[in-house]
Antibody, heavy 120, light 106 residues
């Protein structure tokens, strides 16, 4: 059974760096074809894809946020970490990590999400 | 950068109605399109992948079709538990979600 869970601060100040950790079980990020992505959703708004890391350490980023994002993996710990620099109140959102399905960039299993508020 | 649009942005239908949502990509994405359902306060759920393939365990009243730039998502007989927001997502060039379609019961 695949599960994912996001963890990190619930409140960050403007200009700070956000670090979120996705801890997963039921699969290995060293297995060919596997990936983990990050998606966020501001309150009452649509889903926004942020980043995706693959089993071979290939990484993809949303073009609009690429300069602020870094995604890394720790295969031994079954974790994926997302950092986002220079946080702003518009970055207030629920942040989800999700398991990439098969050879498609589809997310079949999602974490519960973690709400991050950016405020001074 | 591929842009995604969905229509309508919201709809109300009666139980048993056929519901259709369209998703349009700004350029040809072949069949690299997925559909998700998100209920209030919950994480999204994958329903359809590669435009028309039903994810395991998803009821057969859900279906998808299309290729290129124009895609359709259909609920053949709306049920009360289908109240949710539905998102398309392309993965031909990086990834992007559509703006969503909120489905309510009339």
């Amino acid at each position: 059974q695949i599960t994912l869970k996001e963890s990190g601060p619930t409140l960050v100040k403007p200009t700070q760096t956000l670090t979120l950790t996705c801890t997963f079980s039921g699969f290995s990020l060293s297995t060919s074809g596997v990936g983990v992505g990050w998606i966020r959703q501001p309150p009452g708004k649509a889903l926004e894809w942020l980043a995706l890391i693959y089993w071979d350490d290939d990484k993809r980023y949303s073009p609009s946020l690429k300069s602020r994002l870094t995604i890394t993996k720790d295969t031994s710990k079954n974790q994926v970490v997302l950092t986002m620099t220079n946080m702003d109140p518009v970055d207030t959102a629920t942040y989800y990590c999700a398991h990439r399905f098969g050879v498609q960039d589809a997310f079949d299993i999602w974490g519960q999400g973690t709400m991050v508020t950016v405020s001074s | 950068d591929i842009q995604m649009t969905q229509s309508p942005s919201s709809l109300s239908a009666s139980v048993g109605d056929r519901v259709t949502i369209t998703c349009q990509a700004s350029q040809d994405i072949s069949n690299y399109l997925n559909w998700y359902q998100q209920k209030p306060g919950k994480a999204p759920k994958l329903l359809i992948y590669d435009a028309s393939n039903l994810e395991t365990g998803v009821p057969s009243r859900f279906s998808g079709s299309g290729s290129g730039t124009d895609f359709t998502f259909t609920i053949s007989s709306l049920q009360p538990e289908d109240i949710a927001t539905y998102y398309c997502q392309q993965y031909d060039n990086l990834l992007r979600f559509g703006p969503g379609t909120k489905v309510d019961i009339k």
